[in-house]
């Protein structure tokens, strides 16, 4: 299993992934998290803090996770492609005693493979939540309404480009809980959509905090 370093940790990829893939694919990682980045996460404003519960929800490689694992009190990895999970058991191998990985879709339900934040969460607390789960941000938020309405310190990163929509209902939504929300530096095209339509452009990332 091949790996990277990055920030001094090592970042395993999965086995069917050669040399070459996994430089592609953590150089478009570097490349998105630049400041000027439309899909860059934190910010001085939005950043874990040390003794925070977090959740990585569609971790993937886990690269966010690693960056603040050390800080974390607690880090929940929600990731639902299974080809994933050894990659990240062995990268967060240094730090399983504050590490638990769902195999599962987040959404706005608990059946079978999905799972409701507000359920999985509804004895636990939370302090921070990033999100990229390939357009399924407006199900996920939909299934965390208690979470949201909770008195503790909550930050959030969320995908807003999947669809043509997600950044204006995701907004409305973060702003009628009380939350003060921003969108990232820029815009982004989803050439990927297959219906894109005009306006082509699209925010990247909402910012969101309840303080």
């Known amino acids: 299993m091949h790996y990277v370093y990055h920030k001094n940790k090592k970042l395993y990829f999965p086995k069917n992934l050669n040399k070459e893939q996994i430089a592609c694919v953590y150089n478009g990682l570097i490349t998105e998290q630049d400041e000027y980045s439309p899909h860059r996460y934190e910010t001085s404003d939005y950043t874990v803090k ?5 959740a990585d929800i569609g ?22 492609e299974k080809p994933w999970i050894q990659a990240l058991q062995k990268t967060f191998e240094p730090w399983k005693e504050k590490i638990i990985i769902v195999n599962k879709f987040v959404s706005d339900r608990t059946k079978g493979d999905e799972v409701k934040l ?5 004895n636990k607390s ?10 399924a941000e407006i199900e996920m938020i939909s299934g965390a309404g208690e979470i949201l309405k909770r008195k503790e310190d909550l930050r959030l990163l969320l995908c807003s480009y999947h669809k043509e929509n997600d950044a204006k209902q995701l907004e409305e939504i973060l702003i009628s ?6 969108f990232s530096k820029g815009y982004m095209i989803f ?21």
Do not use: H, V
């Open 126 to 135: 939370i302090n921070f939540i990033k999100a990229d789960i390939d357009g």
């Open 191 to 211: 050439s990927y959509d297959k219906n894109l339509k005009k306006p082509y452009y699209r925010r990247g990332l909402i910012r969101a905090k309840n303080y």
């Open 118 to 122: 507000d359920d999985f969460f509804q």
């Open 59 to 80: 971790t993937a490689e886990g690269m966010w996770a690693l960056e603040n694992i050390e800080k974390a009190k607690i880090a929940y990895l929600f990731e639902c």
């Open 177 to 182: 809980n009380g939350f003060s929300a921003e």
């Open 50 to 54: 040390s003794g925070d519960i977090i």
